[in-house]
Every structure is written in structure tokens, then in C-alpha cells.
């Protein structure tokens, strides 16, 4: 799928803090694979340029799309100062309602900053829409004659995510009006390691970069660590000797993204308010806290290892307004001490409108999320499959802050750590890299045991009580796991399994053949703990007809899973990714 020529590669990073896109015609691919065009994006905050804004997206009273990234931030801002924000709806950081997500089935609503709801598809897709719009229309800058049909469209997912939160963003970009045949989805670290692996090649012409050739020599594994705002997203690989390379590890990761430090640091402005403040604030202007956030994603940026300077943050002057409302006669910068939830006592001023700590106590912000990293690496590399890696490649935003840069250092100074100067552009430049060149990844790891809810006869040495039925005759057992391929199995990219056939009975709304994933690798009903519908092999929309057999393959080896179905009574074949 999504095979057919293409002049230009178009790539969207939706992250859960800042999103961007890139764009490479193939002309420019060949001539030079790590160039792109990478939009600027200006925050009229700070009059800053960025290669991503921020992940923000601002509806009017109606619904209606109004403003994408810092410029929705800044619009949203200009509606607090005049309150007249309480009836739009501002959404930021919701890529994170995807990260658990489970089961299939996109029904479901996402809130606001003020509490109000609006269905998650909608917030998703006209996101990428926007994305979608305004890649098109910086194209159209370079190349007037760019047609819609000649892109290749890219939209990168954390590879952690499960196949209903992929299935989900496939069908938010469809919805935003991107050709389900034309798009691929690119695992993050993935692209970051194809983005680092051209690095090598580039730097090569001129000399440099011993470390990138040596990471990328046959035989050599290496770990890929891409540390967003919302996830720590983990894949290792083994060099072939053609080049390519193997998934070693599973992918693997968890939420202790960049934003779990900003976390830290409003937990500590609550403890600063104490709870009636905070309480006050989260019900009458809970966007207080969301200009907190802001003012932290700057100054954070200051906090480093063994700094000697204190560090200064400016908070917003509606945390001394209710704080005094509150503390009659009590004033909010009097307060010399926060006592804070692990029961520390830190000292702080206040001075005009800036929160003054000492260096140590702001490091203390990124202690345990950058412990968690660590510890997670530390336990990968000592398990079997862990063994010989060699390099570590960091990338993602959270990998320019020099807390995360050196405590990964200090714990693997035997290792060789490569952070590259784009660290923060890695997996966007690498996207547009992975829709020229899919080819790097030969073989991959099952992240989950796969399998379909099937039935057998009943037999009580076996089979549990609680799962027996009776129908057309027979005594059944029900929701058994009928394995397909179990978890950390290697699978082959481009490979089909051998085709199963089926009797297609009926095909509801919804669809037939009941997918499920497990954690375990020998479930044995589909409803054990770990195990979750995933979507149908089959849905409504493919002209297969009911009461008829029909041949079915699939692939697990690709970053979706991919379904090819022929039935020969109606002579009809179809390719599709789950969950369509
Ligand atoms: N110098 C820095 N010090 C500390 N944190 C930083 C620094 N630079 C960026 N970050 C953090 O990195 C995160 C953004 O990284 P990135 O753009 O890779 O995330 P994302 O792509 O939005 O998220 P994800 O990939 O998890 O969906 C933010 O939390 C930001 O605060
Ligand atoms: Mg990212």
C-alpha cells in the first residue's frame, strides 16, 4: 500500500507538545537524503522561530476551527484577558488520550482546558488537517505543480502505541482528507534512526563522525531512545550485513515524556498554593495553571546539572490575587517555604513577578522522570536480547535538556551516546527519509500475541464452564484465543502469513472476525486480563458476499497491521489495514 509513484514525500510529526512537517521532493531525496524543507514556525509569544509549533488547536462557541499551534496559545490568551474564553474550546497535549488506549472504537470525547467536551476524532483531524493545509500550500510555494495525488503522505505515532490508537490516527487523517492509499504510518524512533543513519552517510563525505559509522557496521546494535514531551519511546536494532536491520527489543517505552518534569513543577506550585487555593483556581480560572505550564516550558530550559545560579520562573499574578482572597491579610511572596507532596521543605522567594529556587531544588524537577528513563534503559540492556548494544542514539525535544543528556551519560559512560544536533527535528526529518526509503527495517518484533476469537466443540477436560453455549445442536465453548503469531516473535517485514480460509457468515456494521492482542503468549479466551479487541478482519465496504469462503493474509511485520482478503466466488480482492 501507498506504493504508487509519488513526487514528494510529506511528512507530519503530531507530537504531544510541538507538531511540525517536512516535505522532500525526490529529486532533492537523491541529491541530498537529509535535506527537507522543514516549516518555520513563529511563537508571536516570544518572536522565536521553531521547526514545530505548538500542539494546541482553538474552536469558536460553534465548533468551528479557529487557530492551530502558538498562534491558538496566543489567541487563547488574548480570550482570557477579555474572559470571553469560557465558550471556546482549547485543546493541548491531547495526543496523550491515545497513549492507553486499548480497545478499537473512536467514539469518544476529549475536554478542553475548561472541562468542555468535543469528540476526540474531530480535535484530531482537524489538526491534521490544518497540518495537512498548510503543507500543502508551502509546497505549492517550491513546486507550483504539485498535484495532491503525487504525495506520499507520512504521519509518524509513537511505536508503543497499540493498533487501535494507529487505526485511530489513520482514520483522523482520512477524515482530514488524506488518501488512506497514499499514507503510511512511521514509528518515531524508527525515523529518528533512519534520520541518524543518513548522518552517517553525509558526515562521511567530509570526514567526520566516527561513532555514526561504527553504530551503523554490520554486526553492531544499537538502542534508539526518542524522549518527547509525552512519551519515552524506545526501539534497539541489529546491523545486517547488507545494511539493513533488525528490531531486537520489542518497542517499547513509557509516559515519562518531557511534560511529566512540567507535571513535577505544578504539583509543587499546588503545594505553594495549598489545596483551598487550587481548588478555587482549578474550578473558577483553571487556565491559570495552563500559563504556569508556559512559563515553565521556557524556564526549564535554563536548569542544568550542578548549576550555581538560582533558578527563576515568572508565575502568573492570579496565583497572589487568590491566594490572598483566600489568607485574608496573608500575601503570597511573604511565604518563604514550600513544604512539598514527598514531605520536603524547600526554601523560595518571591520577587516582583518571579519565582526564585535554589539550583538544586529545580534539578529536583526532573529527578524522577529521569530516573524512570535510566532505570528502564538499565533493565533493557541487561536482558538477553539486550546484550551487545553498544550505542545509545537520543534524540526527541527532551533530549536537548542537559538533565536527561547527563544522567544517561553517567549511568552508560561505557557506552557510546550519540545525540545529534537535531535532536529535537530527528524523527521529522527522518519521516520524510522513511516515505523515500522504507526499507532499512527487514525485520521487526511482535509487540503482542495476536489472535481471533474462535469457537470449538465443548469439552469439559479442557475448556472452562463459564464459556460454554449451545448452538445449531452442538455444546460450544466460546471466546477462545485461536493464536496467530505470539508476542516478541520475529516477523518479516513485507511477509505474509499463509492465507487462512473462512466462511464470511455475515458482516454486521461493524464487521467480522473478532482480532484480539494479548500481553501473555499463550492466552486461551479472549477475554483474559491483557487481552483487547483490536478491530475486525473484515469489515462492511469490501464487496465480499455473506455465506461464501474467502481466503485471508496477513502481515504483522509492517507498522500497521495489514490485511489482504480474496474471494473466489465473487472473484474479489482487497488490501486494507486493520481496523478499515
Ligand atoms: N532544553 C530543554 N530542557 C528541558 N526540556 C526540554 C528542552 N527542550 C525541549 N524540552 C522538552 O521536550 C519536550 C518536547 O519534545 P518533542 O518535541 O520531541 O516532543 P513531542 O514530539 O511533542 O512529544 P511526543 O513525541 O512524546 O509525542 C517538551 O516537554 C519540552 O519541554
Ligand atoms: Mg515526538
Request: contains cysteine; negative net charge.
Amino acid at each position: 500500500m501507498a506504493t504508487k509513484n509519488y513526487l514528494l514525500v510529506a511528512a507530519i510529526d503530531f507530537g504531544t507538545t510541538y507538531s511540525g512537517y517536512a516535505f522532500s521532493s525526490r529529486e532533492d531525496f537523491q541529491r541530498e537524503p537529509t535535506k527537507a524543507y522543514l516549516k518555520q514556525w513563529v511563537d508571536p509569544v516570544s518572536s522565536m522561530m521553531y521547526n514545530k509549533t505548538s500542539t494546541c488547536i482553538l474552536f469558536d462557541e460553534s465548533v468551528n476551527f479557529n487557530k492551530f499551534g502558538f498562534e491558538a496559545e496566543a489567541k487563547y490568551q488574548d480570550l482570557i484577558m477579555d474572559n470571553e474564553h469560557k465558550t471556546w474550546y482549547f485543546f493541548r497535549r491531547f495526543k496523550m488520550t491515545l497513549y492507553d488506549k486499548q480497545s478499537s472504537g473512536d467514539g469518544w470525547l476529549i475536554e478542553d482546558e475548561t472541562g468542555k467536551q468535543l469528540p476526540a476524532l474531530v480535535v484530531f483531524s482537524e489538526s491534521i488537517k490544518y497540518l495537512k493545509l498548510s503543507l500543502l500550500e508551502e509546497a505549492k510555494k517550491q513546486q507550483t505543480d504539485i498535484q495532491a495525488d503525487d504525495i506520499k503522505w507520512i504521519l509518524t505515532v509513537p511505536a508503543i502505541w497499540s493498533d487501535p490508537a494507529k487505526t485511530f490516527m489513520r482514520r483522523a487523517a482520512v477524515q482530514a482528507g488524506i488518501d488512506t492509499n497514499s499514507l503510511t504510518i512511521a514509528l518515531e524512533p524508527e525515523a529518528a534512526a533512519l534520520f541518524v543513519k543518513h548522518l552517517s552517510v553525509d558526515r562521511q563525505l567530509h570526514g567526520k563522525c566516527r561513532d555514526l559509522i561504527r553504530t551503523f557496521a554490520p554486526g553492531s546494535k544499537y538502542i534508539v531512545v526518542d524522549a518527547g514531551g509525552g512519551t519515552i519511546d524506545i526501539t534497539a536494532h541489529e546491523v545486517l550485513t547488507d545494511g539493513t536491520v533488525r528490531e531486537i527489543i520489542k518497542s517499547n517505552g513509557g509516559n515519562w515524556g518531557g511534560t511529566s518534569v512540567d507535571r513535577e513543577y505544578l504539583d509543587f506550585i499546588k503545594c505553594l498554593l495549598g489545596e483551598s487555593v487550587t481548588q478555587s483556581i482549578e474550578q473558577n480560572e483553571p487556565q491559570v495553571f495552563f500559563e504556569v505550564c508556559r512559563e515553565f516550558e521556557t524556564a526549564k530550559r535554563q536548569i542544568k546539572p550542578q548549576s550555581d545560579m538560582k533558578f527563576n520562573v515568572r508565575i502568573p499574578s492570579q496565583l497572589g490575587e487568590a491566594y490572598a482572597n483566600l489568607n485574608p491579610g496573608r500575601d503570597l511572596k511573604s511565604k518563604k517555604f514550600v513544604f512539598t507532596k514527598c514531605k520536603r521543605n524547600v526554601s523560595i522567594s518571591i520577587i516582583g513577578d518571579k519565582l526564585r529556587l535554589a539550583p538544586k531544588d529545580a534539578e529536583d524537577f526532573f529527578a524522577e522522570t529521569v530516573n524512570e528513563i535510566t532505570r528502564h534503559l538499565e533493565n533493557l540492556l541487561l536482558q538477553n536480547s539486550g546484550k551487545g548494544i553498544a550505542t545509545i542514539i537520543l534524540v526527541g525535544g527532551f533530549a536537548e535538556s542537559p538533565m536527561l543528556t547527563q544522567a544517561v551519560k553517567s549511568t552508560f559512560s561505557e557506552m557510546r551516546v550519540i545525540i545529534p544536533h537535531e535532536a529535537a527535528w530527528s524523527v521529522l526529518r527522518g519521516a520524510v527519509i522513511f516515505g523515500h526509503d522504507p526499507g532499512l527495517i527487514k525485520e521487526r518484533r511482535s509487540k503482542y500475541t495476536y489472535g481471533l476469537a474462535v469457537f470449538d466443540i465443548f469439552d469439559p477436560k479442557i475448556h472452562d464452564e463459564k464459556y460454554k453455549y449451545e448452538e445449531d445442536g452442538e455444546i460450544r465453548c466460546g471466546y477462545l484465543f485461536s493464536k496467530l503469531i505470539s508476542i516478541d516473535d520475529p516477523v518479516t517485514v513485507g511477509e505474509y502469513r499463509k492465507a487462512e480460509t473462512y466462511m464470511l457468515t455475515d458482516i454486521e456494521d461493524e464487521g467480522s472476525i473478532a482480532l484480539f492482542t494479548s500481553e501473555s503468549s499463550d492466552p486461551k479466551y479472549v477475554d483474559e486480563k491483557g487481552c483487547s479487541f483490536v478491530g475486525f478482519i473484515l469489515s462492511a465496504g469490501h464487496n465480499f458476499e455473506v455465506n461464501e469462503i474467502f481466503d485471508v493474509m496477513m502481515r504483522f511485520g509492517e507498522t500497521e497491521v495489514e490485511i489482504k482478503a480474496y474471494q473466489p466466488k465473487s472473484n474479489t480482492i482487497s488490501s486494507y489495514y486493520l481496523g478499515q
